[in-house]
């Protein structure tokens, strides 16, 4: 999920990404009842039409040279696969503590990207700021985070913890306007609205 994610960022602005990326509480809320054989109800499907709807609206204005929906795209593929992660880190978190779960899956990340990594000669030609930048990134963004959502899944439902993940691209677009100055338009925003209220119904429905 972090590979898509962060190849969407190549094509489109910080919010495309995240908003693909904010579907996976609805793939979530798709998946959950398949492989957890719990039962599911006809609103998801509402809520899919919806999510489609937001994203259409969220490209209406703009073309596929742009790379908004080349972005948008990879950022549902990302939440598809993150989906996939959630559901598989509440099976094994039964039985593996939370952050040694965390340590595990990053571990394996780690080694199946390696040979990648050295197949790509400008990874040795960054500077120190880069290299600080990654620190950051990867312990305390990634690692420390990942391990935290982990240990709430512990606490509370997969699909709770998904709709309060959600709200992700909202402090996401926000600091990429005060940050990177990435100015949302009208549509970008009200087709956000959309995919959010869209994924916070379809997890509340089902955790109630």
């Not at 904010?22 to 919806?50: C, G, T, Y």
């Not at 609206?57 to 742009?66: G, I, L, P």
């Not at 790509?120 to 960054?126: H, I, P, R, V």
């Amino acid at each position: 999920h972090w590979l898509t994610f962060f190849a969407s960022l190549n094509y489109a602005s910080v919010a495309y990404g995240l908003m693909g990326f904010a579907s996976f509480p609805l793939f979530v809320a798709w998946l959950e009842p398949l492989v957890f054989k719990e039962e599911r109800h006809r609103r998801d499907w509402l809520a899919a039409i919806a999510v489609v709807l937001g994203m259409a609206v969220m490209v209406s204005d703009t073309s596929w040279e742009s790379g908004a929906l080349a972005g948008l795209l990879l950022g549902v593929a990302s939440g598809l696969s993150f989906a996939l992660l959630t559901l598989a880190n509440r099976w094994q978190g039964i039985a593996i503590p939370p952050f040694k779960l965390a340590f595990l899956q990053n571990a394996v990340a780690c080694i199946s990207l390696l040979p990648f990594v050295f197949s790509e000669n400008s990874t040795f030609q960054l500077d120190k700021h880069d290299w600080w930048g990654l620190l950051l990134l990867g312990a305390v963004f990634t690692a420390l985070s990942h391990g935290l959502f982990m240990f709430s899944l512990r606490q509370i439902s997969t699909r709770l913890a998904s709709m309060t993940a959600s709200l992700e691209p909202v402090y996401g677009i926000a600091l990429a306007y005060a940050v990177l100055n990435e100015v949302p338009t009208l549509r970008m925003l009200l087709g956000c609205a959309i995919v959010l209220a869209a994924t916070t119904l379809a997890t509340y429905w089902h955790r109630h």
